[in-house]
């Protein structure tokens, strides 16, 4: 069975994108998102690697990823399915309500897997009842949901963390001219290593690694605001249109066109 997969908006809350997949042989390349990731598998088990460490999600367990946490995905040889959520962090702290406080200090999950039964069967259905183009204000069981999810955050390690990811955004894009640097034939081999070395230590990613995944963003940021598959990559320095749909598809589980299609119908509607 070839991977099948559901990408879709909240229609009353664009910014909320759910994903809802079976997958036989996917392997997601180590990358990260700007946003919270929350996740159910509902088929199997989904193997892992999220900042150095190995983890493996299967039933009663939900993937909880904060804001630009590196990690992978990959079939533990039976395949699995899943569902996804994807929200920016504004988003999720308009979600918690009251519950949260004051946007923005939201804290952060303190694994990235969470064993709670009755947590992922209630994520499961919340996701499901989202299918037939629910809003999430409709959805009778947004309200619980959200609260549950709230009391799983914990207080960060960091005193801010905004500032934190904020932080570490500017890492990003000091690593990704090392990285460019690294990889171009011409530089110095001490050179390369050193940038390798370091941009491995601090975000997990090697610089060539760092500089595809800061690609793929502009790609992604183009392809909502309207631009065709080939512009955006040929734009962002892919040599061809299927080398960029492999490298996305790697990356985020869905097909650059299809991403494109969702956005320009929500920009439409």
Known sequence: MRARISYSLAPDLP???????????????????????????????????????????????????????????????????????????????HMLGAEAGAAGTIGRFERPVLRDAALHALFVAWHRAMDGACGVAENALTRSLFRRLGLALTASAHASPTAHDAARSERLGARAGEGSRAADERAAPASRSTAWRRSKRELGLAPKVLTSQLRLIAAKRMLAEGASVVDAALECGYHDQSHFSREFAAAYGITAGQFRRVQQDRQRG
């Open 15 to 93: 910014a909320l994108e759910l994903v809802c997949a079976d997958y036989e042989a996917q392997r997601f390349r180590s990358h990260w998102h700007a946003g919270f990731t929350i996740g159910a598998v509902t088929r199997h088990a989904q193997g892992f690697r999220c900042e150095g460490v190995e983890w493996t999600a299967g039933a009663d367990e939900l993937i909880v990823l904060n804001p630009m946490q590196v990690h992978d995905g990959y079939s533990l040889g039976t395949g699995w399915s899943t569902r996804m959520v994807y929200l920016p962090e504004q988003t999720f702290a």
